[in-house]
């Protein structure tokens, strides 16, 4: 069993965002987001932001999916996501992708 994307693999990043589309399809849109590699978790309290993490981790890990700790960022109150900036009901162009 591999660990990662095998490199032979044709259409490898179509084979994977299915896969994470299947995994997370009930989430999509209620907490979360996604493009590509990159899932924003969303909440709108600390206590939510853990139950839904809690659930994403645990939907990965039937996928046999693991995340990478050191390329995650927790409860944060802005991120930079696909070349944005994303707060509390904003989101601006990143000045530094420009």
Known sequence: MFLVMLFGLTNALTTFCNL???MIYEFLDDFMVMYLDEIVVYST???????HLSRVLNRSREYKLFIKKDKC???CSEIIFV????????VRI???EV
């Open 83 to 90: 070349g944005h900036l994303v707060s509390m009901g904003q």
């Open 73 to 75: 960022d927790f409860a």
């Open 45 to 51: 309290s600390i206590e939510d932001h853990v139950v």
């Open 94 to 96: 990143d000045l530094k």
């Open 20 to 22: 994470m589309n299947d």
